[in-house]
């Protein structure tokens, strides 16, 4: 980045955008916050799509000295792009190669095999409630037999996964997923596993899962931890003002 060079974070409330926002202050990269935020049937605004054909968030806009002007969207692409042109001193990239191929595999894991599901498991819950009265009984059955079937399996599979890699971690000293500290892997994975699971027991109960904390003990405990890393509490503060009341879905 040289200098005179700007990056503006498009960021929709209640997204994944919030990874983008912490990885940001953890390289201590200056940026500026765009705030968008959903309606009540929790989409994205119609002005995301002046910056993104998709309309969708994460999105950040790189607007160079020389005025030339860059869109990045998706998230793990984010990831890969700030790490690659911001972390000169490794500090979320780790030094060992071996360590940088685990992370950029999280990257794409994160967004490709893990979320997804989550995704899913989402979509079927509102579905149940949005059904048309007189329909929702059927609606009702039929994404419980699709969700307990494949979803709540493959759901359970993946962190169990998780739950495995940080174990390991844990026996060889670090609370981290990826080496000895934080890294990408970790602020990546964030939105999935605290976001969506630990911190959120009710949403977690309605995908399924009743008792997270003694299922998957090493994924609560890194949970816990990541809650307190210091600049991922900065982030959340930073944003804290447009994350107050949650959409009616």
Excluded at 3 to 9: A, Q, R, S, T
Excluded at 112 to 138: C, D, E, I, M, Y
Excluded at 205 to 218: E, H, L, T, V, Y
Aim: aromatic share 12%; net charge neutral; charged share 25%.
């Amino acid at each position: 980045m040289s200098e005179g060079d700007k990056i503006i974070v498009h960021w929709l409330n209640y997204s994944r955008s919030q990874r983008i926002v912490w990885l940001l202050e953890e390289l201590g990269v200056p940026f500026e916050l765009k705030v968008y935020k959903r309606d009540k049937e929790f989409r994205a605004p119609k002005e995301l799509e002046k910056i993104h054909p998709l309309g969708k968030s994460p999105v950040i806009e790189i607007i160079k000295a020389n005025g030339e002007r860059e869109i990045i969207a998706e998230t793990g692409h984010i990831f890969q792009y700030l790490l690659q042109n911001y972390d000169h001193k490794h500090t979320l990239v780790p030094e060992d190669p071996r360590e940088q191929r685990e992370v950029d595999y999280f990257l794409h894991y994160s967004e490709g095999t893990l979320q997804p599901n989550l995704v899913t498991l989402l979509v079927h819950s509102f579905a149940k409630k949005r059904a048309p009265f007189g329909t929702r009984f059927l609606m009702g059955l039929l994404v419980k037999g699709i969700d307990d079937q494949y979803y709540f399996p493959e759901t359970k599979k993946n962190l169990d996964f998780l739950e495995g890699i940080l174990s390991k971690q844990n026996k060889a000293g670090s609370k981290y997923f990826v080496g000895k500290k934080l890294t990408g892997a970790d602020i990546i994975l964030s939105f999935p596993i605290l976001t969506n699971i630990f911190s959120n027991k009710d949403t977690a109960r309605s995908i399924g899962f009743a008792d997270i904390d003694k299922m998957w003990p090493n994924l609560s405990a890194w949970s816990k931890n990541i809650d307190n890393e210091p600049n991922f509490i900065k982030a959340n503060e930073l944003v804290a003002q447009y994350e107050t009341t949650k959409p009616n879905i």
